[in-house]
């Protein structure tokens, strides 16, 4: 109904940060979080179902890992496949000029038992995205499980090591360096 | 303030399988749930939260993981660590008299996204507890966390194994078998 307001997700989630990070989640309500991106309570239910989805939406992750594992070498180990996969991320979503945003989200998500929750689930499903494309070029169940998880361990680790990398370095390069990391783990365990 | 009664949580839980299973886990009221093991809605607070958590309550599962780990022998890697940890499930949990309960309460869970979500919280947490103790053997944070990961993979898997097995298979024995594919799968990834 109400007209297009340009770039009114960016901004709704931006304005919950700032809210969640003043004065806590459990305080803040959808239309302060609206009032304070200068848009309306059924602008934010456009886009979002919920306060929580607020800082969840728009499933690009788990587009990006099932491109990333496609796109990698026909020849490639499974392993591989999946650091194709963080590389995707590292140059489309966890870019450099994203990381002050992500480490914000963090600080928000590690002051909420709910949000913690919603972040667990949400690696859940992304674990599982990963298997069905790792499935997908013919890669055994036991063997896209076992490679998915070292994926999505690998990512968990990375991600906090990117942002509190303090040289700055590129996702991509951490995410790769942590796999290889997990990997020896994995065969001295 | 009422009287014991016997054996209430688990004619709780008896009484909640059956009625999630006959009329969903929505359609279900905690009331009625009370009503069907004899019980009455205060004796159901008095042991669970709220309805979900009636098919998630005392956390045994963790204290036997966390027990089995650290009875492992002192020179056992940490994936053995782990397969001891299973084995305390199997035969303190996992029994085979309690095969056709947990295979109704797998049924229940698959029917309904909101408890496959608690399900897949708890996993998160019972992969915490077993970080936790491997660390507290020595091993350092990586390997603790891979081998955590695949003994939680190995237990999703055999529970599984387990329930369908036609044999009739302890618990302890095909999580072994599971975990040493998995070991198989992750040096082949």
Chains 1, 2 share one sequence.
Not at 70 to 84: E, F, I, K, T
Request: with cysteine; net charge neutral.
């Amino acid at each position: 109904m109400g007209r297009w307001q340009p770039n009114a997700p960016q901004r709704l989630v931006l304005a919950a940060l700032d809210l969640f990070a003043e004065r806590g989640y459990e305080s803040t309500t959808v239309v302060e979080i609206a009032e304070r991106a200068g848009l309306t309570r059924s602008t934010f239910f456009r886009h979002f179902p919920d306060k929580r989805e607020v800082l969840f939406g728009a499933d690009t992750m788990t587009g990006l890992l099932v491109e990333g594992i496609a796109a990698a070498p026909a020849d490639a180990a499974p392993l591989q496949a999946v650091a194709y996969a963080l590389d995707a991320i590292g140059t489309q979503a966890f870019t450099p000029a994203r990381r002050e945003f992500v480490a914000r989200r963090r600080a928000v998500i590690a002051a909420n038992p709910e949000l913690q929750e919603r972040e667990a689930l949400k690696a859940v499903g992304l674990t599982a995205s990963m298997i069905d494309a790792l499935k997908r070029r013919g890669v055994s169940d036991l063997t896209a499980r076992v490679a998915s998880q070292l994926g999505s361990l690998a990512w968990k680790i990375a991600y906090d090591r990117w942002i509190d990398a303090p040289g700055g370095e590129d996702f991509g390069e951490i995410a790769r360096r942590t796999l290889g990391e997990l990997q020896a783990a994995s065969a001295s365990c």
